[in-house]
T-cell receptor, first 114, second 114 residues
Framework: AQSVTQLGSHVSVSEGALVLLRCNYS??????LFWYVQYPNQGLQLLLK??????LVKGINGFEAEFKKSETSFHLTKPSAHMSDAAEYFC????????????FGQGTRLTINP | EAQVTQNPRYLITVTGKKLTVTCSQN?????MSWYRQDPGLGLRQIYY???????DKGDVPEGYKVSRKEKRNFPLILESPSPNQTSLYFC?????????????FGDGTRLSIL
C-alpha cells in the first residue's frame, strides 16, 4: 500500500523567508501527487498537482513543488513566506487501479512569524 | 456557486445512536469520497464512489456505511457510533478519479461521540 510521509508536523518561518515542506512517498512507480492547503475551519483546497507533464510544478499563491523520482520526493517550496500562508499543508498521492484512492500524509502546520 | 455541502457541521451524540451525515454536490461530479481527519494522522479515506450505485472501501471503512442512489448525494451512515469515531469528517468530489482531477472538499463535519 502507498504511504506518504511529511517530515515535520510543525514548521515555523519568518515572514519573507523561504518555505520548505517535505513530502516523501513509498511507491517506486510514480503516482499522481498533490499538495493541498487547509485554512482554519475550512476544507482542503488544491495548491498544485503533478501528473508527469513536468517535474517542476507551479501552483497557486506562489508555491511550487519538484518531483524527484530518484528520491521519491515531492517537496513544496515558496521563496518568500507571507503571513497569509499560515495553514496546514497536506501531501497526497493516488493509489490503486485507475488511481481511484487518495492517500494523505500526516500534515504540516506552517506558522509565519512577523 | 459550485460547492460540496455537508450537514450537520457539528454534532454531539451518544454511543449507539444511529446518525447520518449528508453530502451533496452541485457540479455533476461522478467521483465522491469520505475522509476522516485526526490529529497526527492526516486524512484517511473511509469510502469512495466512482458513480451511482458504485461504492468501494477506503482505508478505514469499519463502522461506516455509504450509499450512492443519486449522483449528487453521498451520505455517510454510522449505524452504531462509538467514541473512536469522534473526528472531523470531510466529503469531497471530482469529475473523475483523483488521478487527474482535484478534489473539491466540503467544509467538514465535526462529530463527537460520547
Amino acid at each position: 500500500a502507498q504511504s506518504v510521509t511529511q517530515l515535520g508536523s510543525h514548521v515555523s518561518v519568518s515572514e519573507g523567508a523561504l518555505v520548505l515542506l517535505r513530502c516523501n512517498y513509498s511507491s517506486s512507480v510514480p503516482p499522481y501527487l498533490f499538495w493541498y492547503v487547509q485554512y482554519p475551519n475550512q476544507g482542503l483546497q488544491l495548491l498544485l498537482k503533478y501528473t508527469s507533464a513536468a517535474t517542476l510544478v507551479k501552483g497557486i499563491n506562489g508555491f511550487e513543488a519538484e518531483f524527484k523520482k530518484s528520491e521519491t520526493s515531492f517537496h513544496l517550496t515558496k521563496p518568500s513566506a507571507h503571513m497569509s500562508d499560515a495553514a496546514e499543508y497536506f501531501c497526497a498521492v493516488t493509489e490503486g487501479k485507475g488511481a481511484q484512492k487518495l492517500v494523505f500524509g500526516q500534515g504540516t502546520r506552517l506558522t509565519i512569524n512577523p | 456557486e459550485a460547492q460540496v455541502t455537508q450537514n450537520p457541521r457539528y454534532l454531539i451524540t451518544v454511543t449507539g445512536k444511529k446518525l447520518t451525515v449528508t453530502c451533496s454536490q452541485n457540479m455533476n461530479h461522478e467521483y465522491m469520497s469520505w475522509y476522516r481527519q485526526d490529529p497526527g494522522l492526516g486524512l484517511r479515506q473511509i469510502y469512495y464512489s466512482m458513480n451511482v450505485e458504485v461504492t468501494d472501501k477506503g482505508d478505514v471503512p469499519e463502522g461506516y456505511k455509504v450509499s450512492r442512489k443519486e449522483k449528487r448525494n453521498f451520505p455517510l451512515i454510522l449505524e452504531s457510533p462509538s467514541p473512536n469515531q469522534t473526528s472531523l469528517y470531510f466529503c469531497a468530489s471530482s469529475f473523475r478519479t483523483p488521478s487527474n482531477q482535484p478534489q473539491h472538499f466540503g467544509d467538514g463535519t465535526r462529530l463527537s461521540i460520547l
